[in-house]
């Protein structure tokens, strides 16, 4: 098998598509994770999830999945277990490797994962929590400090408020960057998946933007996603829209009370419906070009309206190649209880995105 080589830093996300022809099938590397470390010399596996299910088109089928470094191609794989296409890079020596893949549809449609950045060294890399080594990912929220056993646990971190919005610029222009560092560093210096959430989200946001005409908004959201890229570059996933949703249980309304505020800052509906959402990922994909871009939301397992809401959305991003993952917030007031079978209904419907599901919060009462 071929070897990964040298690395360099430019940077590439291409769909080839003809808008309103063809639908460009979905390619994530789900594994290994952005800032992953391994020892010089050893195997590494690259896990692709490609599928061409998603999009306002017919879905078709992958027919290859070809693995880079750069623009050196390392090999392909036509057979897939559940999607995942697998390549083993042998021996690797040391270096800093960007690695890409491409997916080819029946219709010879091209696309372009995000890149995932790791590190080959001469240190032995030293197993963080207990799914390591598993190509899973445990993660926990820190807030102000962090537990002494995370690592005996965790090996993907997330801030629970400290990269929100309204925490960063509660006053604008005036970044507060303290408890987002927390826990990136955290994930950095231990090679550890990080996870950011959020960019655009409707609640815990700054209010001084409800005055701000489009043009400002755009300037001002799109300041805020290049501060954070340039400050955190080893993000491996974003939530670059959280919590979404018009249609709830509870009242019928919007889950927040403030995205009204963003759909229209953002551009509203437009020629789409979602030309709002387009441009607001568009421009995470230019800023973010290493960063799996997930839309994430909660109750989507006992809301059949308001997961096909969100499913709706995802096909106009990935009739552009926009978008790499579903994420889904199980909380305790709406999946405790639940039937297995109609958990499982939920997942096959959210599976029918053609992207990888990622559960982003889990909460469980259980039983004293």
């Not at 042998?90 to 080819?104: C, D, L, N, S, W």
């Not at 010879?108 to 207990?130: E, K, L, N, Q, Y």
Request: with cysteine.
């Amino acid at each position: 098998m071929l070897k990964l080589l040298s690395f360099f830093t430019f940077l590439v996300i291409s769909v080839f598509v003809v808008n309103g022809q063809n639908t460009p099938p979905t390619c994530v590397i789900t594994m290994p994770h952005h800032n992953a470390y391994f020892n010089e010399g050893t195997d590494i596996i690259i896990k692709v999830y490609a599928s061409d299910l998603g999009g306002t088109q017919t879905g078709g089928s992958v027919s290859k999945v070809e693995f880079f470094k750069e623009d050196i191609k390392l090999g392909e794989s036509t057979t897939a277990t559940a999607n995942n296409y697998t390549f083993k890079g042998t021996e690797v020596p040391a270096g800093t490797y960007r690695i890409t893949a491409k997916a080819t549809d029946n219709t010879d449609t091209i696309s372009t994962s995000a890149g995932v950045i790791i590190t080959v060294g001469a240190t032995d890399a030293i197993p963080v929590g207990m799914a390591a080594n598993k190509g899973k990912y445990l993660a926990n929220i820190i807030s102000y400090n962090i537990r002494s056993d995370f690592k005996t646990f965790l090996n993907g971190v997330t801030s629970e408020n400290g990269c929100k919005w309204g925490s960063v610029e509660d006053t604008r222009d005036e970044m507060k960057w303290t408890n987002a560092n927390l826990s990136y560093n955290l994930a950095k210096n231990n090679h550890l998946s990080f996870r950011y959430h959020a960019i655009a989200w409707g609640a815990q946001y700054p209010k001084w933007i409800e005055s701000l005409s489009p043009s400002d908004f755009q300037a001002e959201i799109e300041e805020y996603m290049a501060d954070v890229a340039a400050r955190y570059p080893m993000i491996d996933k974003i939530d670059v829209l959280n919590e979404n949703m018009a249609i709830n249980t509870y009242n019928k309304q919007e889950h927040q009370a403030g995205t009204p505020y963003f759909r229209a800052g953002m551009g509203g509906p437009g020629v789409t419906g979602y030309d709002w959402a387009i441009w607001l990922f568009e421009k995470a994909r230019h800023y973010f070009p290493n960063a799996k871009l997930v839309i994430n939301d909660f109750e989507l397992e006992t809301n059949a309206a308001g997961l096909n809401e969100i499913l709706a959305l995802i096909k106009v991003l990935c009739d552009r190649g926009l978008i790499d993952g579903f994420g889904t917030q199980a909380h305790y007031f709406n999946v405790d209880g639940i039937a297995t079978s109609t958990l499982q209904t939920a997942l096959n419907n959210m599976a029918k995105s053609g992207l990888p599901v990622y559960v982003t919060g889990l909460e469980l009462r259980g039983k004293s």
